[in-house]
């Protein structure tokens, strides 16, 4: 079977449509070679020419399969399996020979589509994959159909869709939803978008424009406060200038679990402690998060000197944990030496103004808390900025920051700050992790996100231990108490449409943004916990997947019996003549002046007493009558007939 | 013993694939019903059948695919795309069977064909509902077969060409109208299986001379001409004689002609069986079939002579077609008349 040229452009547009939200991270040269080929395609069936034998194919083939060894050193992995996809789709594109062919680069399209989820499950994604849906089915259905005009085909392939639709939405709700992965995934399988072990200027006010959630959090009884939500990531000791990272753990005696009741005096009343199950999404690394400070936790993990839980492989698929949590506490009140050591290391020769603060501070107070109060004052008074897009800075951050521009994220400030009291003398260092957390009343959970990222300092003060300090609340107390959105100022480096203030694009954007977190909320975060509470909240009771599954096929077969009814209602109808139906509206609007015709009164001696008492439309009512005599009874009417009648019929003005 | 112990377990083996054989086919027959049907057949639910295609199996194994991709990955767009790629999927088995439901066919009358030529089978189909049809393919058992579209409302002439190998009755068989329409994942058939056949006449032989005379007249054929008044011109055929050439037709540029008398139309030639040397039945009849279609032309008054059957001497399309049909079911038993 010869596939005809329309068919091959359709599936060209189709492998095109499909491959082009690849196209902006695909290789420069893969994106240059499918064009190339699609090109190419696209040329021969305009011209008819030959395809390429199949050793051309076959040394392209093997050739773009070198390239991507070359590329990407393997050919496991998300990547490079997405790229693979591609190029094997274009490349079937030029071996179209019959219409198993046709089939397979269809079936090709359909799973290059699912393959962009990876990168974007945002509304317009959905929207293009349903243009996308659209096209793939009209060429579908041009496979089947050969030679039938693109108008019906398209009308065929959006009906089978439309249909399709309300049986979608049944199976999306009561398939009972799996917690995935079912299997070890490629190390790329997960943008790594966490938070870092590493801290530089602008590493985390980047995060914190991800949407992304980092982890969820349940808390068995009452929540804590929301500025006493600090969970606990990374701890930062080493400062190089301008990065902060953990720096070396060689022959520190680590602190476990079961000690860390010892080392953490809960001498403070109100310190019951607090519960809570974390749900945290696979992030690549190998730390857990916990609200300061963590006791104890439901598997096994390491707790480090630092107050860190640490994993020994890197958490690469969503992971379940409860823990328990001392939100009073004293941490390490007796520091090895070596340690506080380590938390007054700075670099030599740079930030010569901080340092020079820093030791005016040392002098002019007595107390290690009095230069701490000192610092955040600092802060507080002289004009600091919380912004999400600071200014660069030179060589010297900390003096650049704390006497130039002034403006910077929790970052910036935690970093200064330590700075600070390492060259006053106090011991100190950079805490990373998420602050706060946003709440989900209806699964009764905390969703902390990317956007909660946070660093903030802990000084180690005798007596008192490691306590935390977070000068970020000193200059911008919302971002602590209510959250980022709430500390950052409109002004501050936000785009341009967030800035305006013409109240209908407000309200537009308003209006976007709640669709944007519905379609998260409900679309994109429809995980097992949502469906159960919202089965639960539908009047399910005892939500199991046995029940589910039962719901889900009793919703579809009714679905289906009433699209089969509406569908199969069409073959029944019988001939309802479309003559008689126009010729009964002429005679309804020569009624409206009175015209009417009598039930024995045939078309022709109606015509003659409706032009005795309209002589001026005498034409067009014996015109029209002279049609439907023809269309109904002389049994030879063409195909023209009776688009004239109805053209006749409705321009008959009187 | 051990033979015998063979040919006993072999029977028994042969007696219970026997009994499957049996039930297999009982139930083919309550399934399909075959029967050979006349009149108008209207394709109700009863008649049709509906599996999944080769590609509709890959499609599913596609889906699958999908679906544990995004269980893994956790992919919800992937969940929405994988069930509306699905539930497409599944109600194409709907538009399948729609495309075929309610459609009446009846078939038409059918021209006789020459063996060797292709026999037009003509189908009347009717789709009664505003629905259009598309792509239905009537095929027969040995692969024959014919595409076409039916508009809504309206009424189809579909010819099945099949060839016609031998002479006699030919039937079509059992046909199969069937449809993967809209996207082949499903394929929808119905049996069919109509009274209508075509009558195949002997090929003809590669042409030869007519049998000079026939044995019963005596006479040659011309010598009997011109005596009789004159009826009429007919156009010159190879072998006319010279004396019957309308000269003055030649002179008035009308063509060469001949001049025919009425004592022509009481010319008589026996196309004889037991006048052709001892051939093969089949040869003997393509030979009969050849002359009685030169006969034919020429406007002779031929009679048939079979073994056990004799068309006297005549000379008329009904003659023709009779002669023609005893020619072509000669020796054929069974035949109804």
């Known amino acids: 079977m010869k596939l005809d040229a329309t068919l091959i452009y359709g599936l060209l547009i189709c492998i095109l449509l499909v491959s082009a ?3 902006d991270h695909l290789l420069l040269w893969v994106n240059a070679l499918c064009a190339t080929l699609l090109g190419w395609r696209a040329y021969l069936a305009y011209s008819g020419n030959p395809l390429p034998p199949y050793w051309l194919l076959l040394t392209i083939t093997l050739g773009s399969v070198g390239g991507l060894l070359i590329s990407f050193h393997t050919l496991f992995g998300r990547e490079v399996g997405v790229t693979l996809l591609i190029l094997l789709a274009t490349l079937k594109l030029l071996e179209l020979r019959a219409a198993r062919d046709a089939a397979v680069v269809i079936n090709l399209a359909c799973f290059i589509i699912i393959t962009n989820f990876f990168y974007s499950q945002s509304i317009p994604t959905a929207m293009f994959m349903l243009a996308t849906l659209l096209v793939i089915m009209t060429t579908w259905v041009h496979l089947q159909t050969g030679t039938l005009a693109l108008q019906p085909r398209l009308r065929i392939a959006a009906v089978l869709l439309l249909q399709a639709i309300p049986l979608m939405l049944v199976l999306f709700v009561l398939f009972p939803r799996v917690q995935g992965p079912l299997w070890g995934l490629p190390q790329d399988a997960y943008a790594s978008s966490g938070l870092d072990d590493k801290m530089s200027p602008g590493s985390l006010s980047k995060l914190s424009l991800s949407d ?95 107050f860190q839980i640490q994993q020994k492989s890197a958490v690469t698929s969503r992971l379940r944990y409860t823990a328990h949590s001392q939100l009073s506490y004293r941490a390490n009140v007796e520091e090895e030496p070596r340690q506080l050591r380590r938390a007054l290391s700075i670099p ?71 700075f600070l009291m390492r060259a006053a003398g106090v011991p100190a260092r950079v805490v990373t992790g998420y602050q706060g957390g946003e709440f989900n009343d209806l699964g009764n959970y905390y969703i902390v996100r990317q956007s909660d990222a946070h660093a903030w300092a802990e000084v180690w003060l005798s007596e008192r231990g490691w306590v935390r300090i977070d000068p970020t609340a000193a200059i911008a107390p919302a971002r602590v108490q209510n959250g980022l959105a709430a500390a950052i100022p409109d002004s501050a480096g936000l785009p341009f449409l967030a800035r305006t203030q013409l109240p209908w694009l407000r309200s537009l954007r308003f209006n976007l943004d709640a669709l944007t977190n519905q379609w998260n909320q409900w679309v994109l975060g429809y995980n097992p916990e949502r469906q159960f509470a919202f089965l639960t909240r539908m009047g399910m009771e005892a939500v199991t997947w ?18 089969a009814l509406l569908m199969l209602r069409r073959l029944y109808v019988r001939n309802t003549d479309v003559a008689q139906a126009l010729y009964l509206k002429f005679c309804r609007k020569l009624e409206k002046k009175g015209i009417v015709r009598a039930a024995h009164e045939g078309a022709q001696n109606f015509a003659a007493r409706a032009v005795l008492l309209k002589p001026q439309y005498a034409d067009a009512i014996n015109d029209i009558t002279a049609r439907y005599l023809a269309l109904r009874y002389s049994g030879q009417a063409d195909s023209g007939a009776l688009p004239a009648l109805r053209h006749a019929i409705t321009t008959f003005k009187l | 013993m051990i033979p015998e112990y063979n040919n006993h377990n072999g029977s028994h083996k042969q007696g219970h694939t026997h009994v499957l054989t049996t039930l297999k086919q009982k139930f083919r027959i309550w399934l399909f019903r075959p029967k050979i049907e006349s009149g108008t057949v209207t394709l109700n639910q009863r008649r049709i059948f509906i599996l999944p295609t080769r590609q509709g199996l890959g499609f599913a194994f596609l889906l699958l695919l999908m679906l544990l991709g995004d269980i893994n990955y956790n992919l919800s767009l992937g969940y929405v795309l994988t ?88 039937g079509t068989g059992r046909l199969t109208l069937f449809t993967e329409f809209p996207l082949g ?108 279609l030169d006969a034919d032309k020429q406007g002779v008054h031929y009679g048939l002579r079979l073994p056990n059957i004799e068309l006297p001497p005549e000379h008329s399309t009904t003659h023709r077609a009779e002669c023609l049909r005893t020619l072509a079911l000669f020796g054929l038993s069974g035949e109804p008349s």
Not at chain 2, 262 to 285: C, M, V
Request: glycine share 6%.
């Open chain 1, 546 to 563: 046995q029940k589910m599954a039962l719901n889900m096929l009793a919703g579809v077969a009714l679905l289906v019996g009433l699209l």
């Open chain 1, 21 to 23: 939200p690849h196209a």
């Open chain 1, 348 to 418: 030599p020769d740079l930030n010569p103004r901080a340092r020079q603060l820093a030791a005016e501070w040392r002098t002019s107070l007595h107390s290690d808390e009095a230069v701490m109060r000192a610092a955040l004052n600092y802060f507080n008074r002289e004009g600091f900025q919380y912004t999400l897009e600071p200014p660069l800075l030179g060589l010297n951050t900390v003096d650049d920051f704390l006497f130039e521009t002034r403006k910077g994220f929790c970052e910036h400030y935690a970093s200064s700050f330590v």
């Open chain 2, 83 to 170: 069930f509306l790629l699905g539930t497409t999927g599944m109600m194409t088995m709907l538009h399948a069977f729609r495309n075929l439901a309610q459609l009446e066919i009846r078939a038409g009358r059918v021209d006789s064909v020459f063996a060797g030529g292709m026999v037009q089978f003509v189908f009347h189909f009717h789709n009664i509902g505003t629905l259009p049809r598309y792509h239905l393919k009537l095929r027969d058992n040995n692969g024959h077969s014919v595409t076409f579209d039916i508009p809504a409302q309206q009424s189809l002439e579909v010819k099945l060409p099949l060839p016609a190998a031998q002479r006699g009755w030919l």
């Open chain 1, 212 to 306: 992304a959630v980092a982890f969820r959090v349940m808390f068995n009884g009452k929540p804590p406060r929301r500025n006493q939500m600090y969970w606990r990531g990374p701890v930062l000791w080493s400062f190089d200038g301008r990065t902060w990272t953990p720096g070396r753990t060689a022959r520190v005696k680590p602190a476990h679990l079961d000690k860390l009741d010892d080392s953490i005096n809960a001498s403070d009343n109100n310190a019951i402690g607090i519960d809570y199950t974390v749900t945290l999404e696979p992030h690549n690394k190998t730390w857990l998060f916990a609200l300061e400070m963590p006791t104890h936790l439901s598997i096994p993990a390491e707790l480090t000197y630092d």
């Open chain 2, 185 to 292: 994942l499903f394929h929808a058939w119905s049996y069919l299986e109509f009274d209508t056949r075509c009558l195949v006449y002997p090929r003809p032989a590669a042409p030869l001379p007519l049998p000079a005379s026939s044995a019963q007249s005596g006479a040659g054929m011309f010598n009997m001409a011109g005596d009789e008044d004159f009826a009429g011109l007919r156009s010159y055929v190879a072998g006319d004689a010279l004396p019957r050439i309308a000269w003055k037709a030649l002179a008035r540029e009308q063509g060469l002609q001949v001049k025919q008398f009425s004592a022509q139309q009481g010319r008589e030639l026996w196309l004889d069986w037991f006048l052709l040397p001892p051939l093969a039945t089949e040869r003997k009849l393509e030979i009969l079939t050849r002359w009685l």
